[in-house]
Structure formats: C-alpha cells, structure tokens
C-alpha cells in the first residue's frame, strides 16, 4: 500500500473514538454561528488531548491513555441512506486529486525507473470518510455515544429550565423507542451541562452566577462554562486569526450532507461530459449511468434492525439551522471564527481536556468495574447449566429465523442486558481507553460465547476487534492473529452479506499487514475484496494492492503495472475520469517501450479518451500519436479505428485552440535523414546518335569515393585556372545532396532553376494513407547578392499561412493526391522554383491526413470530416563531430545545412552531347567521335576545361590539328590518321615538340581546354568539335570520367564556376600483344672492306637492334578477321628506327587469329641539337605512311600514361654473339656517381609505336578499325610488353618494433656491371693447316674491347684456363694462347680497343675460343670491384688437317 500520512497505530486509534453527542439550545447555536461554525464544529481542531489520561482498571492497576481523541457530533435521528452515503463517498474522492508540484517519488526497480505518487490521500480520505460514516450496529458498540453535552447560552432568561429541556430531549430519544437512531452505549448516558457564555455581549457576572447555580445543581465535575467570542464582529478585519477548522470541515460533510451538494453537481458534469460531446464509439463510451455504480443495495434486516421497527423522525428544528450554515459556509469564503482570539483556543482546548478528565474517563471507569463486577458475579454459575437454562426458557432472544438456518445466516439478536453482550460492552470500553490486554482478553471470552450460539454476526465483529487488539498490544505479547481476519471478512461477506464490514476489516487488516512488511499477504487481501458491486470500492483497492506489488522487497513491477490497469478500470467505471487516467498514466511507463504493443496500444488508447473527455485535448493527441508512430501489431480494421478517433481528436483541438499554426502529424513517418537534395534542371535525354552527358540525378546512388574523385577532378582544374593554388574559399559542387555528403556549409543554388526535395515517407500502418495538397514548408529572406557586401533587404516571409501569393518569389509545387499503401516506405519528389536571390530554408512538409480507405456514398463528405491539414518538421542532424579533442571525448553533432541553400544570381547552365561515341573498342584502337556543347542559359559561358581520371583515353587535338572534315557526316568513313603516299623505304624523321600537345612536364595532362570561338559560348549557342578517342590497353569494362568545367562572363563572389560529369562505360576487346627488346649490335665491320675512320665512326654511333613481336590475341568476339601492322614508329629524344631489316614481302605484316608475327629494326642515336624535342620517325610496311608526329598518334602518345617501367616486362634475351655475363661479387659498394654511370650503360629510352588495321565484319559488311599499341624500351636486354605484366601478390610485411638498420652504400648491381664492357671475337670460322708438315698451326684472333660508359674503365684480360673438369677439356679442346697471358688496359668513355692475340692447335678439330676472362672496373673506385665476362654462346672455329 501507499505511504500514508499516519502510522497504523495512529490510524486504528483515531478509526475507533468515544462519540460524544451534542444537543444545544438555539441561542446557543446563535452565539457559534457568529463564527460561521456550529458547536460541534467549532470543537472539531480541539477534540484531540494534549496530554495524558489516567484511570484504573477492574484490577486497580493504572492505565495511561495517551492522545486520546474524541469525536463530538450533532444528534441526527434520521438513519443514514445509503445511496447517499456512496455519493458523498464518491465526491470525497474525486476532490482529493494529487498536488500539482508535489515531488517526484522515483523508484528503481531493476531496468525501470518509476514516477509514482508515494502518498494516496485519495484513499486516505475515502478511509477516513467511510469510517465514520459506518451505520452504528446492534452487535458491536464502538460507535454509540457515550456521553451527551448539554449546551444553553447564558443570554438565556431562565439557563436552568433550558438545561432541563433539553435533558428531557436527550431523554426522550433514547429511551421512548420513537428513534433507532442515533445508538446509545448504556441506558445512564453522561449528561455534561455546558452553559455557552458571549463574552462580546452577555453579562459576565451573571455567568458566573449561573455557573454557581450549576455546580450546586449537577455538581463540578457535570458542568463547565466555555467563554468565547471575546472580539466583536467589527474588529475582524483588523487582525487575521488562524483558521484551524478547514482541514476539519470536509470531514463533517458525512454528518452534514449539504456541504457537497454543489460541488458533487459540478463534478458529475465533468464526468457525464462525454454523454454528448466526445463523439466517441457509443459502445465503448465511459459515460455515468442515471444509477451510480457504487450505489448498493440497501442494508439486510439483521445489520440494520431498526429501520422498519419505528417511523424515523427528523429532528427539524436542530438540524435545519445546522444545514443552512453549512451550505451558506460552503458556498460563501467567509473566514471562521472570525469571533474568537488565542485566549477562546485555549478556552475550548481546556474545557474539552475538563469534560474528557472530569467527566468522560471517570464516567468510562465506573462503568468498566460496573461490568467486570456482573461478569464475575456471574462466573459462579455453570457455563452449561446456564446455557441450558438459557436454551430452556428462551433466555430472553429472540431468534427471528429458524433454528435450522442458524449456522448459515445472522439472524441471531441478543437482548440488551444478555451476558454477551455485556462482555462485548466492556471489551469496547477497554478498547476505546488504550486497554488492549483487557479487551483482547474480553472479546477472545466473547468469540467463543458467540460462535456456540451460533450468532455468526456478533462473533465476526469479536475476532475483528480480538485481532487489532492483539496488534496494538504493548510489547507485542502475541503475534497478530491474520487469521481471525481472514475468518471475520469471510463472516461478514458470506454468511452475513454485509460489505461494508467486511470492507472495513480488509481496511485495518491490510494496514496492519503493511506495517510489517507483510506485502504480499496485504496485497492478496485488498484483491479479494474487489467485487462488481462497487466500482469505487475495487478501483481504491486494487490502486493500494498494486503499491503493496512495488513496495515488496523485491518489486514486482510487471503486477504493480497491471492491477493499474485494473484499477484504472474500475475508476472509470466509477465515473472517476482524473483517477482512471492517472492509473493508466502510471502502468504506462512500465509496459512502454518493453515490445509489449498490444498493451502500450490499449493503454494509450484510454489515455487518450480520458483525456479528451476530461478537456485535455494536447494529452489525448500525445496518447493517439504514440499508437500510430509505433509499429503496431494490431489488425488493419483496429488501425483503422484507431486512425479514425485520432482524426476526430485533432480536429476538435484543432477547433479548440484555433491560433491558425499548422499542428505537428504523427503520419506518416518521415526518414528525415534520408532527405536528399538535388539543384538544377533534369537533363534531356539522347536524341537518335547524340547521346547526352549523364551528370547528376536522383536515380544515381552515392558513392564516397565517386564523390572524392570528382572533388579532386574539380579542385585539378580550379588550381589550374587559379595560377597552381586552391582558394580558401573553394566549395566543391554538389549537385545532390544526402546524408553522406559534406554539409557543412550552406549549398548554392542558381535563380530560376528548380531545387528538387526528396522526402522519404513511411506507412507504419496495415490501413492507406491519403495525404493530399503535399507541399514543401519554407522560409526565405530576400537578398540582393549583386553588391559588394551583400546587402540585405531583411524582409523574411514563409508560406505557412499564404501560397498561392508567393508564387512570384518562389513557385511551389504542390502534389494534389499522394497515396501510401500499407506498410509501404515511398519517395515524394517536390519542387521548388526560385525567382529572387537571398537565403532559402526549407522547414518541412506540409499537407492534409486522412485515411485511405474507399468511402461510400457519402465518402466526400466524410472525407472532409475525417481529414486534418497539418504538417511535419525536417529535422536533420549532422556528422558526428571528432576533430579537436574536445570533440572526440564528447559526443557533439555538426551543422546539416543541406535544406539551406543560397540562392546566387543567374550562371550560365552547359548540356554536353556526344556523337558517334562506342560503347565497344579494341585495345589501342583509334575511333573519331564529336562533341556537342549547347549554352541553354540566357548567361555566356567561358573558360571550358575537361578534366577526366582516363587522360589517355581521349583527346581534342593540338592547336594544329586539320579539323577537316568539320561535320561527323562527312568524317563517317574517313581515316583517323593523317596519312601520306608513300612506299617502304628508310624511316621518315620528324621532331615535335611536346608543348605543342599540351604536355609540359611529365606529368599526365589531366586538364585540357576546349577553345571557343572568341572564347565565349553566348546563350542559346551550340559547338561540336571531334574529339579521338583511344581504346584502353587492357580489356574489361572501363569506367571514364569526364568533368566539365565553365564559369561566367560575370564574375560573382558566391558561385564562381560550375561543372558537368559525364561517365561513360567502355567495353575493350583484346587486339594484338606487342612485345619488344634492345640488344647492342655485336657484329663489328672488321670483315667490311672500310676504313679505320669509318668503322670508328659506326661504332662511335652505337646502332642497336629492335625485335618486335606482334601477336594476335584477338578471340574474334567482335568479328575481327585479321590484322595488318601497317606501320612501325619510333619517338624518343636519344634514338630513332633507321630501317627494317626483315620485310619479307607482305607477309609478316598480315596477322590472323593467334597468328605471330617477327620484325627486327635497327636503330640508332638521334642528331638534334633540341634536346627537348622528340624524334618520331616512321617506317611504314605498305604504300601509305601515317604521320605518327600528327593528331591523333602524337597525343595519344604522350598522353599514353605513367612510364612503362609499371609494364615493361622482365624477359631477358640475348643475341647471337653477344656475351653473357655473369659477376663476381663484389667486395664493397661504390658512390652513387658510380652508380648512375653504370646505370646508363644499359639505359635505353625509346618508345615503340605500332600502328595497325583491323578487318571487321559486322552486318555483313567489312569495316576498317585502326590503333595504335606504345611499347617502351628502358634497359638493353629486357623485354617490354605493350600489356601490363599482372602484379605479383605482396606478401606481408612483419611489424617492426626497432628502427630499420641504414640501407648500405647503393653500388652497382651485378647485372649492370656486365654492361660496361662489350667484348667481341673476330677469327675465321674454318682454318686450314698441314700438320703433317707443320706440328703447330697458329691462327691470328682479334679481341675488340669496346667501353659502354661514359667513363675511364680498368680492364684485365686473363688468358689462361682455369677450368680443369673434364667437360671444359671436351669443349675447349687442347690449344694455347701464344705470347702474354694477362694483359691490363684503361679504356677511354665510349673508346673501342682491338687487341691482336694468336691461339695455337696442336691437331685438327672443332675448338671453343671463347676462353679469355675479361675484368672491368671504374677507374675512379677506390676498391676492385671487377666483372668477370664470359661468351654465351661457344665460339666455334674448325681447324682442318691438309
């Protein structure tokens, strides 16, 4: 149960008082009503006593009766009616609502944290109000006066014949059997004459006098004289008193049923407001029947004997005067005791402390020992034997059924003076003095008299009052016997059928439980009392039961929650609508957000009913809205309802608050973070062969690193235009904004173009939705952006309340039907067209709710009752901020400025078309395309770049391109190339220069200009230029961005430039495989008939051999049938290709599927003074050469990407005299000037271009594709391929906890060591010598030593064999070298050095020359570090025997 204001000893106590009646004289009522109080009124704050009491019990022992409170009230002889009894009942509990602002009682009970009420004083009073409204009853007397007070005014001519009146009055209703009520405890009533003197008006010393006379008459302790009102009525104002009686009055209204007459009218209309306003379901309406819920039936005969014994009579002319004051008190704020100063409460305190220790206590003593001396009298005498005498002679009971319905019926009435009921009389007694021992022991003797009679009524009330007796115990000698109660309310609810007892005992039995903690046992109780007879009743129970759940050690939330409800329930079935709401209110934050949907619904559905029908229409719509967000599990045809009742709510708040804002809708739901932004036209589509650039659109999905690319694109060409550098204020262009991208700053958009919104909407329901007239909700501040510092105009308007009016600054789109099918999330796309530049917030959607289902008949009419215009706010958040590190320590959100945008002043607005552009191209094919650019803005644009992340796969041309043909009609069945007549023949030389391409360093040229006639592109114009495009060099799908770059004649601070993307897919087939390697010419011209000046001049030219391999890699996919290679280009700055020296016909240019074809080409070093020009020179293998130093070969050339150091491969081959090396390893490392000087020894850059056609059938007809493959020789030796050699997998690398030792010295490697001396044998390949005659045959050998370095070279030439295996023996042969075996020689950069050496045969054979080792180091190194040379392949010399 509730935490209550008084502790259960307190609360039993004060349920259990003497009752004191009052009968005063009218002019003694006269002098209290001057303070707007009646007499019992006016006693009511004192009648507690501030000190202790003493008498002594049966057995002389002293009890000590400590703050005793008294009960004083007026003589009603009319019986208490019931019916009204549960209506003031009702009303006291209806007024007694929560304090607003009282604190909040928290209780954390495991995952749940609950605000409940810790005090009930709703309860607290019903308790207290039903207490003391129980109808006195025959079988117990807790509730009969003990004593009478007397009161006469002594303004009264003759006091003493007053006093004697009213003495008889008192007589006379006790005793003459005319009233039944009230009930008396004895037949010798105390009478306490109580004479009333106004000290303001009456005569002082008669008082006294007559107060003398009194004494003398009724003795001192029978009489007092109280005197009060020692102000004047004119003095009132003066001074304000304290107003002790209004915490009192309230409770009088059971004994004064006037007091709540009106306030009980005003608060059954609030109840009954639903009947015919809410316009709610008639059948689940909570209306309040004509009959009250809580009325019962009226009291059996056996509790109530009385009523139709005797004819009640009202006493008119007491309880008149009585009535009307407290109406008039009620009704009017006039303070009381307005009459009486401190020194008259303290009067009143002393004469009530007077009449309790001098009158009451003594007259309660006397009677105890009065009946503890006829019950000892009586213990003499057989307990059987007098009940048998009993039985015998009828003992004077009357049984009013029979004998047989005695065990189950309450039938059974004792006569006032039977023994029993004596036992009970001094039991109650005892009770009402604090002498619990005595009574518990007097009502267990009483029990059991009780229960062998049969007397099942009496008996229930003797274990009722034998259990609170043993509880309030001192000391606590036995324990609380529960199951006397449990027995009693049975009693009382089965056998006796009386609910009000059995009421009354659950109430001290569960207070008594609750005080030790007996929680679940109280709980049970309380729920066992609730029965369909009283709602108000089973609603205060069950509340008490469900605190008694969350008060338990371990809380029980989930059943605290649930009896809420039930709770709830019952006060709305009770008509208590404010009670009803707060239970359901309370049990809500238990079940919310648990997933338990199907009670959250219920719940918040009676909350909102409640609180519509009690005029709260902001919590009715806050209980709807949560029913419909939420992801109900209800039924479509409950949805529906519940969609309906929400309508209706809004539309009634809606007419109730009328301040003309739009309200906030539940429905449906909208994602506001996937809302997503798009500024600028929806671009045409492609018209036949054009084929428009496809930009940005709603219907493309974000990609992050999409987006950086195109951001790093834009930022190439802006630091391009801006002289190398990015300004500070650089915002990249968004053309589509969502969640994902950058919004941190306020986007531009551009006048007269529209701004695209897309708002996602879900449908949490099973039923449609029909949203109607959807419109965007904005607000827009005019700005004139054309000034120096943006001057604003600061008039701010919004189209919350106009439209239609606006359409001038902004147009708005306006949906007139949008549907949701159930459950179904769906994308509407609205529009905005600016007029006037300034700041544009976009605020939210606006629209009207209805639902979606198919009217009858009359389903326009409904339509408009049950539809409400509203709207809903976008809220957007934005990314979580984590830069500095108060940020990343803290959870903080950016700005999300995406709905923001800024409306700049007219740009120029660029469409881009492509024409003949593929889809499919072979791998380093060539194809001609066009582009169309088309100015559909009224502003010039200028400055048009292109930037793409494919530069190598297109080109425009250089400045002197011959754009002829300048249509794509004429070009259709042209050449890309630029071609010329011309047989096979030495190369055609040429030198370009790269800036004449646009490339300037070797660097990618990622951004080209497209130039415009005068340099602008005015509104409405259109341009094509051709542009050539080149296959990539690998197959697959390649993706190709283009951006489009242009800015305005007009410079404006806010949009300085905006863009165009393009991506274009391309499909490339496999073509040809071209592989190419260098290798040094080793065939000296010592055998050609030239002089020595010449042979040094060829060699001092240093002519190489080129071998080309071509192979077809074609598949025949695309219906190629062959291949030719109808030409071969060389480009470089160093060498150039002199001629070809296999042409063999026409045969090896022709290449069909997986044929391959061989080629070899001399080249040698170039002769130009330009060293940053290059050389390109062609050597064609048909009758017509292309210009390869022209558009397009040249710029597909250098812009044919990175180095190919990434694609060379790493095949090393050699040629058919030249030496292998193989090196020593050496003993330290050399300088890094070492190093690069070895390093060029082998170094080659020349770049290979093969250009081909291809025969194609497609359509049944023949056509010619062409291309062009780039292979780049870098190193003598080494392989390079035209395709990229695939990566090897990286294998992992281990971390390293400790620094990385130095890297050494770099030093040569060996390879390059075996480059820097070139060795060549000359000998004849045949001899012939008679050895018959001559035993030694001696033939002359040339060895030419030629330096490939830049620098002095040491070399050692060591002829003798150091091979001693057999094998070398075989391959060697026997033979010597004549004369020096070692011989040292330093040779000169690039100097050739022919040594002359004789080797000697002993007998004819096939010997190997190639013995001499050959060492070779740099003369500047400090340390040998030499390389030893050896022929690869055996140079053979026959010696014949003649």
Not at 9 to 23: K, N, R
Not at 945 to 969: I, M, Q, W, Y
Request: charged share 20%.
């Amino acid at each position: 149960m509730a935490q209550c204001v008084q502790s259960v000893q307190e609360f039993i106590q004060d349920s259990f008082v003497p009752m004191v009646a009052v009968l005063c004289s009218d002019d003694a009522e006269r002098v209290t009503r001057k303070n707007s109080l009646s007499f019992p009124e006016l006693l009511r704050p004192f009648c507690r006593l501030t000190s202790d009491g003493h008498l002594r019990d049966p057995n002389n022992q002293v009890v000590v009766v400590k703050g005793l409170r008294i009960s004083v009230t007026g003589i009603n002889t009319q019986p208490p009616q019931s019916p009204e009894l549960h209506r003031l009942l009702s009303q006291t509990v209806s007024v007694c609502q929560p304090p607003e602002g009282s604190p909040a009682n928290v209780i954390t009970a495991g995952d749940y944290d609950l605000n409940i009420s810790a005090t009930t004083p709703w309860f607290e009073t019903y308790r207290e109000n039903f207490l003391q409204s129980m109808p006195a009853s025959e079988h117990e007397f807790l509730s009969h006066y003990l004593a009478c007070m007397l009161v006469v005014s002594s303004h009264e001519a003759m006091p003493t014949e007053q006093f004697l009146k009213l003495s008889q009055e008192q007589h006379r209703i006790q005793h003459s059997g005319e009233y039944t009520h009230p009930k008396w405890f004895i037949p010798n009533t105390l009478k306490y004459y109580v004479l009333l003197h106004d000290i303001s008006e009456g005569d002082e010393q008669r008082a006294d006098s007559v107060y003398e006379d009194m004494k003398q008459r009724y003795g001192t302790q029978g009489c007092y004289l109280l005197k009060i009102n020692s102000r004047s009525g004119s003095t009132v104002a003066d001074e304000q008193m304290p107003d002790p009686w209004s915490q009192y009055l309230h409770k009088t209204s059971i004994h004064n049923p006037e007091l709540y007459e009106e306030s009980a009218v005003s608060n059954a209309d609030e109840n009954n407001i639903g009947a015919e306003e809410d316009g709610l379901d008639p059948s689940i309406r909570d209306g309040v029947s004509e009959t009250h819920p809580l009325q019962l039936d009226h009291p059996t005969d056996a509790v109530y004997p009385g009523n139709d014994a005797s004819q009640s009579v009202n006493n008119v002319d007491e309880t008149r005067p009585q009535k009307q004051a407290s109406g008039t008190s009620h009704t009017s704020p006039t303070p009381r005791g307005t009459c009486l100063t401190l020194n008259d409460h303290d009067h009143i305190r002393q004469f009530i402390q007077e009449f309790t220790f001098r009158g009451l206590l003594p007259h309660i003593e006397k009677n105890i020992r009065q009946l503890n001396d006829q019950l000892v009298s009586r213990k003499g005498l057989s307990r059987s034997l007098f009940s048998a005498t009993k039985k015998l002679f009828g003992g004077g009971k009357v049984p009013e059924k029979s004998i047989a319905e005695l065990k189950n019926t309450a039938g059974l009435l004792y006569p006032s003076e039977a023994p029993e009921l004596q036992i009970r009389k001094m039991a109650d007694l005892c009770f009402l003095i604090q002498h619990y021992e005595l009574a518990y022991n007097c009502y267990h003797t009483a029990k059991k008299d009780f229960l062998s009679d049969q007397a099942m009524l009496y008996a229930a009330g003797a274990l009722e009052m034998a259990a609170v007796a043993a509880f309030l115990q001192s000391g606590a000698p036995r324990p609380y016997p529960a199951h006397y109660m449990d027995t009693a309310i049975q009693t009382y609810r089965e056998v006796c059928k009386n609910m009000l007892l059995a009421e009354r005992c659950c109430l001290l039995s569960a207070e008594i439980l609750k005080s030790q903690a007996k929680y679940s046992d109280a709980a049970t109780l309380l729920i066992k009392m609730t029965s369909e007879d009283s709602d108000l009743r089973s609603a205060l129970l069950l509340e008490q039961a469900a605190h008694c759940f969350i008060n338990m050690r371990s809380p029980m939330v989930r059943k605290f929650a649930f009896h809420m409800i039930l709770a709830g329930h019952r006060f709305s079935k009770a008509g208590q609508k404010r009670h009803a709401l707060r239970c359901y209110c309370q049990a809500l934050q238990v079940y919310k957000g648990k997933s338990w949907t199907l009670a959250e619904d219920h719940i918040n559905f009676t909350i909102g009913r409640q609180s519509f029908t009690l005029r709260q229409p902001e919590n009715a719509v806050a209980a709807f809205r949560h029913i419909l967000i939420n992801d109900s599990k209800q039924s479509a045809v409950q949805q529906a309802a519940f969609l309906r009742e929400y309508l209706y709510v809004y539309k009634s708040m809606s007419k109730l608050t009328g301040d003309g804002s739009l309200p906030q809708l539940p429905l449906p739901c909208l994602h506001s973070s996937q809302t997503r932004v798009f500024f600028g036209h929806e671009r045409r589509l492609a018209e036949g062969e054009k084929q428009a650039a496809t930009h940005v659109s709603l219907e493309q999905e974000f990609d992050r690193d999409l987006s950086q690319m195109w951001r790093e694109l834009e930022e190439r060409v802006v630091s391009l235009t801006n002289r190398g550098t990015v300004p500070i204020t650089f915002q990249p262009s968004q053309s589509c904004l969502n969640s994902q991208t950058d919004n941190l700053r306020h986007p531009l958009a551009v006048v007269e173009e529209p701004i695209i919104v897309e708002v996602v909407f879900r449908n949490p329901l099973k039923v449609p939705l029909a949203l109607s007239a959807l419109s965007l909700l904005w607000k827009f501040t005019l700005k004139d952006f054309s000034g120096p510092q943006d001057s604003t105009a600061g008039e701010t308007i919004s189209n919350e309340k106009e439209t239609t009016a606006l359409n001038d600054i902004i147009d708005t789109q306006v949906i007139a039907e949008f549907t949701i099918s159930p459950e179904e999330t769906k994308v509407a796309r609205l529009k905005l067209l600016p007029h006037k530049t300034g700041e544009l917030h976009v605020l939210g959607v606006v629209y009207n709710l209805g639902t979606g289902e198919a009217g009858d008949s009359e389903g326009s009419v409904a339509g408009d009752l049950m539809c409400v215009r509203g709207q809903q706010i976008l809220e957007i958040q934005g990314h979580r901020l984590s830069i500095t590190k108060e940020e990343k320590t803290s959870v903080r959100y950016g700005p999300d400025h995406r709905l923001d945008p800024i409306i700049t002043p007219p740009m120029p607005l660029l469409e881009v078309f492509f024409i003949n552009f593929p889809t499919g191209l072979l791998c380093g094919e060539i194809r001609k395309a066009w582009v169309e650019f088309v100015n559909v803005s009224a502003v010039p644009l200028t400055g048009l770049r292109v930037a793409s992340t494919h530069p190598e796969f297109f080109t425009f041309g250089s400045a002197t391109s011959d754009l002829t043909p300048v249509t794509p009609t004429t070009a259709e069945h042209c050449s890309a190339y630029k071609t010329v007549a011309m047989p096979p023949s030495v190369a055609t030389v040429s030198l370009v220069s790269p800036a004449v391409f646009g490339v300037t360093s070797s660097d990618q040229p990622v951004v080209a200009e497209i130039p415009l006639s005068r340099g602008v592109l005015g509104p409405g114009e259109a341009l094509q230029i051709p542009l050539w495009l080149r296959g990539p060099d690998q197959e697959g799908v390649h993706e190709i961005n283009f951006l489009f770059y242009y800015e305005s004649t007009e410079k404006t601070a806010k949009l300085s430039h905006r863009v165009l993307r393009h991506t274009a897919f391309i499909c490339a087939s496999r073509s040809l495989n071209v592989r190419a390697m260098a290798s040094r010419s080793n065939t000296l011209h010592g055998r050609e008939r030239d002089t020595e000046e010449q042979k040094e001049s060829e060699e001092k030219d240093a002519s190489m051999l080129v071998f080309v391999d071509v192979e077809n890699i074609n598949t025949c996919e695309a219906g190629v049938r062959e291949f030719h290679i109808v030409q071969v280009s060389s480009s470089s700055r160093q060498w150039r290709l002199l001629k070809c020296i296999n042409p063999v016909g026409d045969k090896d240019s022709k290449l069909a599927s997986r044929e391959r074809g061989k080629l070899c080409f001399k080249a040698t070093r170039c002769r130009t003074e330009e060293a940053e020009k290059y050389t390109f020179a062609d050597l064609n293998l048909g009758n017509e050469q292309i210009v390869s130093s022209t558009t397009p070969c040249a710029d597909f050339f250098f812009r044919r990407g990175l180095h190919s150091e990434a694609r060379r491969g790493g095949v090393s081959a050699g040629g058919a005299s030249q030496m292998q090396r193989k090196s020593l390893t050496p003993q330290s490392g050399t300088d890094d000037g070492g190093t690069s000087i070895v390093k060029k020894c082998s170094e080659v850059e020349l770049d290979i271009i093969v250009l081909w056609k291809a025969y194609v059938v497609e359509d049944n007809k023949q056509l010619i594709l062409e291309g062009q493959l780039h292979v780049a020789l870098q190193t003598i030796g080494k392989e390079s391929c035209s395709l990229s050699q695939k990566e090897e997998t990286q294998e992992m690398v281990l971390l390293k906890f400790k620094p990385d030792v130095p890297p050494p010295v770099s030093k040569p490697s060996l390879e390059q060591l075996s480059h820097l001396i070139k060795t060549c044998l000359h000998y004849p390949e045949s001899y012939d010598h008679p050895f018959p005659q001559k035993s030694l045959c001696m033939v002359p050998v040339t060895l030419t030593l030629s330096n490939c370095s830049l620098a002095q070279v040491d070399v050692i030439v060591d002829l003798r064999h150091k091979s001693t295996s057999p094998q070398s023996l075989e391959v060697h042969g026997s033979f010597s070298w004549l004369g020096q075996t070692q011989y040292k020689l330093q040779l000169q950069a690039q100097e050739v050095y022919r040594l002359f050496l004789k080797a000697c045969f002993f007998h004819a054979g096939v010997y190997n020359l190639g013995t001499p080792r050959v060492f070779a180091k740099l003369a500047q190194t400090s340390t040998m570090c030499e390389t030893s040379q050896q022929s690869a392949m055996p140079a053979l010399i026959i010696v014949n025997s003649i």
